[in-house]
C-alpha cells in the first residue's frame, strides 16, 4: 500500500490547492472528475441491454417500488428518460460527481456497483412526483435535469425506491411541561433520528431549575437534564451508523435558564453539563433588545408559575413579550429574578465565537411579518423554517385517547439555483416545477407515528422553496456582493419568485377545493398580506439587462393576485424557505444558498469524506471573488435583508468573522440584523487569520 | 574555576545576568519584553482545545475493518508522537523557560503555556485515541515497545540530552555560583543548543509523526483522530516558530567562528536524528511499503525546522504526498457542524456594548409590510 494506492481523482483533487490554501491548478479538478468517470464510476456501473430491462431487474429486485411505473406505458418512461440523456449533462466539478455517486445513487446492496446514473436518478424523481400526468412529468425532468432546482437531499435520493428513508427530513416540536409530554418528544426525536430528520425542539415551556413539581417547591431540574436526554437520543438514534442524529433546542431568553442553557456549550463545561452534539437557538423578543438599549436589567419569569397564574403555556406568553412584560413584572404571583440584557447579548456573541451557537431568532420581526393568526415560537435546525405550532399535550400511556394532539411541524424543501433559473429565463417554471414535487411529498407523506407532525402536513402542507447559486450567478456578471446593482437584483427576482408562489398556491386551491388551516384568520383571507407589494421592475442598468426578455408580474397582476387569493385561498399554509443546502449544492455546482462564499476553494471535511470544491466560475472571475470573512457584514445583512421581504419564512443566513473581531462588533451585527427586519441568524462562523497574516515572522 | 572575562559585549537582553537579581518584580504586559511574544500569546490562548472536545466514536467503523498492520503502523506512529509530547512538556519547555532570566515573565508564560498543552493536551489526547481504538493489553504492549525500541529511545536521548546540559546549567548559575565552570557564553551556547533540539522536535520529529494520520484523513478516513492532529499540527505550528526566534536572537550575538562551530554542531545533531528516524521509519513502514514516501516527508520537515532557526534548507525539493500537504494546512476548514468540530473556534475577546451601537442611520430595507 503505497501512494500508488490512493486513488488518482482523489490526488487529482488534491493538487487544487498548494499547501498555504491557495489556488494552484484548476484544471487539475477536472482532470479528476474525468479520472473518477473512467477509472470508477463507468467501471462500476452495471450494465443492462435497454431500458425496460435495467427496470424490470430494479423492479423485481426490490430497488425500485413498481406502483409508480404502473402509472406510465415504456413509451412514455422512455420518453422522459430521453429527455434527461438527451441533455447530454456532465458534472462540472469533482466534488459534484463524487457527492451524487457516493451520496444519492442508487446501489447495489453489495455496494459494489452503481445502478444509477444522475439522468436516472432525476427521471425516477419527475416520474413519480408527477404521478401519472405526462405533461407535468415532461416539465419536472426538463427542469431537473437543466438544473433549474433540485428537490431536497431526502426527496432527491429516496424517491422512487422501494426500501428508503422519508421525503422529507426537517421537524419540529414543541415540547409541553409533563412526564409525558417529555417522555414523547424524547421518543419522536429518535424516530425521527432514525429516518434522517433533523429536529428542532422548543423547549421554552418547560418549568425552570428550582421550580416546584406537584407542590413541592424547589424540585425541578429544568432544561439542561432534558437536554442531556436529547443529546443522548439524537447520538443512539443514527441512521445505522451512517450519520448521527441532528437535532437542535431553542430557549425563549425570557426562560429563567437562559443562562445555564448557554453555558451548556462553552468550551471548558464539565462533561456532566456539556452538550456535544445538539444545535443550540434562543429566541429573543424585541422587549430584550429595548431593556438592552436602555441598559436596564430584565426580568425572566418562571414558567410553572406563570402557567399556574394564567392557564397559559409559558412559549405562548414569552413570545408576545411587548404585551406581557409589564403585566408579569407586576404581578407578585410570577416568580422572577432579574439578569443584564446587555451581558447576555455579550454570553451570546462569546458563545458564538467559541462554538459557532447559538441560532438566533428574532421574535417579533418574525411575528410582525407572519401573516398567519397563530405565532411563530421557535425554528429549526437550519433557521429557515418559521411556522407557528400548537403545544401537545400527552396524557398517560393507557389513556392515548385524551392526547391531545396540537401541531407540531415537517416541512417539504427544494431550492432554485439562481443562475441557471435566470440564464434559461424559467423563474416561473422552475418555482411552479419545485412546487409540484414539494406538493407530492406533502401528499404522500404520512408520518402517522409522531401525530402533531402528521397533522400538520395534513391540515398545512407547508412548503419551502430555497435558492441557491446567489454569489457564483454575481461573481459572472461581475456584480459585487451587497453593491447597489446586487440589491436591485435580489428584489425584483424574489418579488418574482413569491409571486408565481402565491399564484399556483392559489390555482391549487381553486383546482383542488383545499385551502390551508385557517386560512380565513390569516393576512391572505382579508388582503392586508397584499399592502405595499406590487411590481418590482429593476432600476440599474445592469440589472435591466439581466432580466431583459423575462415577463414580470406587474401591479395589475398583483392586484389581480390579491383578489383570487382572498376567493379561492392558498393550498400551501408556506411557501418559501431558503435553506443552507451544503451537500446538494455541490452536485448542483452552485454557490451555498444567499450567502456569501467562504473560501475560493473549500475543503469540504464532512464525517466520512474530504474533497476539494473550487467555487463555479472562479476560472473567469477571480477578481470578483471576496470571501465572506473579509466582506463587510453590514452590507451581506443589507442584502439578505432585502430578499427577506419576500420571504415568507425564514433565510439561513451565516455571519462570517474574523479573529479579529470582538464580541462587541458581532452584536452590532446583531442589532443591525434586528434593525433591517433580519429574522433568524444561523452559525457564526470564524476564521483564525494565520500567523503570517497577524505579524511577520519572517521566518 | 575562576569566571573568564567577557570576550565581547553582549547584547544586553540577551545577557544573562550571574547571579540572578535579589529583588522579586511580577509580570507587567502592559509593557513589551519584544516585538512578538505578547502575539504568540495571543495565538496560543486562541487555539486552546481539550482532548475531549472531539468524539472519536465514529472513527471506529473505519478502524475495526483496517489490515493489522496498518492498524499497527497507525498505533506506533501515535506512540512516537506520545513519547515526544511528553517529555517536551515535562522537560523541554520547561528547561528552556527556566533558563531565561527571572525577568522575562511573559516569555515564561508563554513556553510554559506550550508546555502545558503539549504534555495535558497532546499527549493526553494520544491516550483518548488508543484508549478508543486498541484493547488495554495492546495499549501497555505498545508502551513496552516504545521502551525497548532503540531508535525512539536514541531520539530521546539526544534529544533530552541538550536539555539537560541546560537543566544543569541554570540550576548551577541559579542555586550553586561556586561550582559554575562555564562562561556566560557557554551558558548561552547552552540555551540556544537546547531550543535548536526544542525546533528539531517540533518543527521535524512531530510533523514526520504526522504524515500516517494525515494520509488518512486526506482520504476521509479516521476523521476523528485527524481532526485532534489538525488541531495538535496548529499548535505545533507556532510552537517552533516561537523557539526559532528566540533561538535566533541568541544565535546572532555570536561571533562568525562561533556561529559556524554551533552550525557544525547542528548539522551533527540533524544527521544523527535523521539515521535514527529513518530507521524507526523502516520498522515501522516498511510492511506497508511507504518508508520511502514518509523519508521525502521527513526531509521536507527537515529544512523547515531549520528555516525555522534562520537557516537554509539543506534537503533538495521534492515533492510530498498532496494528500498529506494539503493536511498541513491549518486554515480554518469549512466543516459540517454535524460531524466534525473544526479548527476555526476559539476564545473571543470581549468588549462592551456602547448606549451608540444600538442606533442605526442606513435606511431600514426590512419589510414596512405588517
Given at each position: ?698 521566518v | ?15 544573562p ?56 503502523a497507525?498505533s506506533k506512529n501515535l506512540l512516537v508522537l506520545t513519547f515526544l509530547d511528553t517529555y517536551q512538556g515535562d522537560i523541554g519547555m520547561p528547561v528552556v523557560s527556566r533558563s531565561l ?10 513556553l510554559n503555556?506550550m508546555a502545558a498543552m503539549e504534555n495535558a493536551v497532546h499527549a493526553?489526547?494520544y491516550s ?14 505498545l508502551f513496552t515497545w516504545g521502551n525497548k525500541n532503540d531508535n525512539l529511545q536514541n531520539i530521546m536521548s539526544l534529544i533530552v540530552g541538550a536539555y539537560e546540559v541546560l537543566d544543569r546549567y541554570t540550576y548551577v548559575r ?7 565552570d562555564f562562561t556566560?557564553e557557554e551558558f548561552l551556547e547552552a540555551q540556544w543548543k537546547a531550543m535548536c533540539a526544542s525546533v528539531f522536535l517540533e518543527s521535524w520529529l512531530f510533523y514526520s509523526g504526522f504524515y500516517y494520520p ?15 492532529i489538525?488541531?495538535i499540527l496548529?499548535d505545533e505550528s507556532i510552537h517552533g516558530l516561537y523557539v526559532g526566534k528566540l533561538s535566533q536572537e541568541i544565535f546572532?550575538t555570536f561571533?562568525?567562528e562561533k556561529q559556524e562551530e554551533l552550525k557544525g554542531w547542528m548539522f551533527n545533531l540533524l544527521h544523527k536524528l535523521y539515521k535514527e528516524t529513518s530507521e524507526l521509519i523502516e520498522t515501522i513502514y516498511d510492511?506497508?511499503?511507504l518508508s520511502h514516501d514518509v523519508k521525502i516527508f521527513v526531509r521536507y520537515n527537515a529544512n523547515k525546522a531549520l528555516m525555522n532557526l534562520g537557516f537554509d534548507p539543506v534537503y533538495p525539493?521534492e515533492?510530498v ?7 498541513l ?42
Amino acid at each position: 500500500m503505497d501512494r500508488n494506492m490512493v486513488p488518482e481523482w482523489i490526488l487529482l483533487n488534491n493538487q487544487v490547492i498548494d499547501e498555504n490554501g491557495g489556488i494552484k491548478d484548476l484544471n487539475k479538478d477536472k482532470e479528476a472528475v474525468k479520472s473518477y468517470f473512467l477509472n470508477y464510476i463507468n467501471k462500476k456501473t452495471q450494465f443492462f441491454h435497454s431500458l425496460e430491462e435495467k427496470l424490470e431487474y430494479l423492479v423485481e429486485n426490490e430497488y425500485y417500488e413498481a406502483e409508480f411505473l404502473k402509472l406510465y406505458t415504456q413509451e412514455q418512461i422512455a420518453e422522459i428518460y430521453d429527455i434527461a440523456y438527451q441533455a447530454k449533462f456532465r458534472f462540472p466539478t469533482y466534488m459534484g460527481a463524487f457527492k451524487f455517486y457516493n451520496d444519492y445513487a442508487l446501489k447495489s446492496r453489495d455496494g459494489n456497483n452503481f445502478l444509477e446514473r444522475y439522468e436516472d436518478r432525476l427521471s425516477i424523481n419527475a416520474l413519480y412526483h408527477a404521478s401519472g400526468d405526462m405533461d407535468k412529468a415532461r416539465r419536472l425532468i426538463r427542469a431537473l435535469i437543466a438544473q433549474d432546482f433540485t428537490p431536497a437531499t431526502p426527496t432527491l435520493l429516496n424517491t422512487g425506491k422501494r426500501h428508503r428513508g422519508e421525503f422529507v427530513s426537517c421537524f419540529l416540536l414543541e415540547a409541553g411541561d409533563s412526564l409525558n409530554d417529555i417522555s414523547r418528544i424524547g421518543e419522536f426525536s429518535m424516530q425521527l433520528s432514525k429516518i434522517g430528520g433533523g429536529v428542532a425542539i422548543n423547549l421554552t415551556n418547560l418549568r425552570a431549575k428550582g421550580e416546584s413539581i406537584k407542590g413541592i417547591p424547589n424540585v425541578s431540574k429544568g432544561v439542561i437534564g432534558v437536554m442531556k436526554l436529547l443529546d443522548n437520543n439524537f447520538r443512539y438514534a443514527d441512521q445505522m451508523g451512517q450519520r448521527t442524529g441532528a437535532g437542535a433546542v431553542y430557549l425563549n431568553v425570557f426562560h429563567p435558564d437562559i443562562e445555564d442553557f448557554l453555558q451548556t456549550k462553552k468550551l471548558n463545561a464539565d462533561d456532566d453539563i456539556r452538550i456535544k452534539t445538539l444545535s443550540m437557538g434562543v429566541v429573543i423578543p424585541d422587549k430584550m433588545i429595548e431593556l438592552a438599549r436602555e441598559n436596564k436589567e430584565m426580568y425572566v419569569f418562571y414558567p410553572h408559575t406563570v402557567f399556574k397564574e394564567y392557564g397559559k403555556d409559558f412559549a405562548d406568553i414569552a413570545i408576545e413579550m411587548d404585551k406581557w412584560y409589564d403585566e408579569l413584572a407586576e404581578n407578585p404571583n410570577v416568580r422572577k429574578r432579574k439578569i443584564n440584557p446587555r451581558k447576555l447579548l455579550d454570553q451570546i456573541a462569546t458563545l458564538q465565537g467559541e462554538s459557532g451557537y447559538p441560532y438566533i431568532m428574532f421574535a417579533d420581526n418574525v411575528n410582525n411579518q407572519n401573516p398567519l393568526a397563530d405565532k411563530v415560537k421557535f425554528s429549526n435546525l437550519c433557521t429557515e423554517i418559521l411556522q407557528p405550532t400548537i403545544t401537545s399535550h400527552y396524557a398517560d400511556y393507557d389513556k392515548k385517547e385524551q392526547d391531545d394532539i396540537g401541531l407540531d411541524i415537517s416541512c417539504n424543501l427544494a431550492s432554485g439555483h439562481m443562475g441557471n433559473m435566470m440564464k434559461h429565463k424559467t423563474i416561473k417554471e422552475t418555482v411552479r416545477a419545485a412546487m409540484d414535487i414539494m406538493n407530492s411529498v406533502s401528499t404522500k407523506t404520512d408520518i402517522s407515528y409522531v401525530p402533531a407532525v402528521a397533522k400538520a402536513n395534513r391540515l398545512n402542507r407547508s412548503i419551502g422553496f430555497g435558492i441557491m447559486g446567489h454569489h457564483g450567478y454575481i461573481v459572472e456578471n461581475y456584480i459585487a456582493y451587497g453593491s447597489e446593482e446586487n440589491i436591485d437584483l435580489i428584489d425584483v427576482f424574489f418579488n418574482s419568485v413569491n409571486y408565481y408562489s402565491l399564484e399556483y398556491s392559489m390555482e391549487l386551491a381553486k383546482e383542488t377545493g383545499q385551502k390551508f388551516y385557517r386560512f380565513e384568520q390569516s393576512k391572505y383571507a382579508d388582503g392586508s398580506y397584499f399592502k405595499g407589494r406590487g411590481e418590482i421592475l429593476p432600476k440599474t442598468d445592469k440589472v435591466k439587462a439581466l432580466f431583459d426578455d423575462m415577463q414580470l408580474p406587474t401591479n395589475e397582476d398583483w392586484k389581480l393576485l390579491k383578489e383570487n387569493v382572498k376567493k379561492y385561498g392558498l393550498y400551501n399554509s408556506h411557501r418559501l424557505a431558503i435553506a443552507p443546502n451544503g451537500s446538494i449544492g455541490y452536485v448542483m455546482s452552485a454557490t451555498p444558498s444567499l450567502t456569501p462564499v467562504k473560501q475560493l476553494v473549500e475543503e469540504r471535511t464532512y464525517g466520512n469524506s474530504k474533497t476539494y470544491f473550487p467555487m463555479p466560475a472562479l476560472d473567469v472571475a477571480e477578481f470578483m471573488y471576496e470571501t465572506a470573512y473579509r466582506m463587510d457584514n453590514f452590507k451581506i445583512i443589507d442584502v439578505i435583508a432585502t430578499a427577506q421581504k419576500h420571504v415568507d419564512q425564514g433565510i439561513s443566513f451565516e455571519l462570517g468573522i474574523t479573529s479579529e473581531e470582538t464580541t462587541r462588533d458581532l452584536q452590532k451585527y446583531y442589532l443591525y440584523a434586528h434593525y433591517q427586519g433580519i429574522k433568524t441568524l444561523y452559525y457564526t462562523r470564524t476564521q483564525k487569520l494565520k500567523i503570517d497574516e497577524c505579524e511577520s515572522c519572517a521566518v | 574555576m575562576a569566571r573568564q572575562p567577557l570576550k565581547r559585549k553582549i547584547e544586553e537582553k540577551v545577557k544573562p545576568q550571574f547571579p540572578q537579581p535579589v529583588d522579586f518584580d511580577g509580570a507587567n504586559w502592559n509593557e513589551m519584553e519584544d516585538d512578538y511574544t505578547q502575539l504568540f500569546y495571543e495565538q496560543n490562548l486562541s487555539q486552546f482545545w481539550r482532548p475531549e472536545d472531539i468524539s472519536l466514536q465514529s472513527d471506529l467503523n473505519v478502524w475495526d475493518i483496517l489490515p493489522e498492520e496498518v492498524k499497527d503502523a497507525y498505533s506506533k506512529n501515535l506512540l512516537v508522537l506520545t513519547f515526544l509530547d511528553t517529555y517536551q512538556g515535562d522537560i523541554g519547555m520547561p528547561v528552556v523557560s527556566r533558563s531565561l532570566d527571572d525577568r522575562f515573565h511573559q516569555r515564561k508564560a508563554v513556553l510554559n503555556f506550550m508546555a502545558a498543552m503539549e504534555n495535558a493536551v497532546h499527549a493526553k489526547s494520544y491516550s483518548n485515541i488508543f484508549m478508543t481504538f486498541l484493547p488495554s493489553h495492546k495499549i501497555s504492549e505498545l508502551f513496552t515497545w516504545g521502551n525497548k525500541n532503540d531508535n525512539l529511545q536514541n531520539i530521546m536521548s539526544l534529544i533530552v540530552g541538550a536539555y539537560e546540559v541546560l537543566d544543569r546549567y541554570t540550576y548551577v548559575r541559579n542555586y550553586d555560583p561556586e561550582k559554575v565552570d562555564f562562561t556566560e557564553e557557554e551558558f548561552l551556547e547552552a540555551q540556544w543548543k537546547a531550543m535548536c533540539a526544542s525546533v528539531f522536535l517540533e518543527s521535524w520529529l512531530f510533523y514526520s509523526g504526522f504524515y500516517y494520520p494525515l494520509y488518512f484523513y486526506g482520504q476521509g478516513k479516521l476523521m476523528q483522530a485527524g481532526e485532534i492532529i489538525n488541531l495538535i499540527l496548529r499548535d505545533e505550528s507556532i510552537h517552533g516558530l516561537y523557539v526559532g526566534k528566540l533561538s535566533q536572537e541568541i544565535f546572532e550575538t555570536f561571533d562568525a567562528e562561533k556561529q559556524e562551530e554551533l552550525k557544525g554542531w547542528m548539522f551533527n545533531l540533524l544527521h544523527k536524528l535523521y539515521k535514527e528516524t529513518s530507521e524507526l521509519i523502516e520498522t515501522i513502514y516498511d510492511p506497508l511499503d511507504l518508508s520511502h514516501d514518509v523519508k521525502i516527508f521527513v526531509r521536507y520537515n527537515a529544512n523547515k525546522a531549520l528555516m525555522n532557526l534562520g537557516f537554509d534548507p539543506v534537503y533538495p525539493h521534492e515533492e510530498v504526498n498532496p494528500l498529506v500537504i494539503n493536511g498541513l494546512n491549518t486554515e480554518t476548514k469549512t466543516h459540517d457542524f454535524f460531524s466534525m468540530k473544526g479548527t476555526g473556534y476559539q476564545k473571543m475577546k470581549t468588549e462592551a456594548l456602547k448606549d451608540s451601537d444600538f442606533v442605526f442611520d442606513q435606511p431600514a430595507r426590512g419589510a414596512k409590510i405588517s
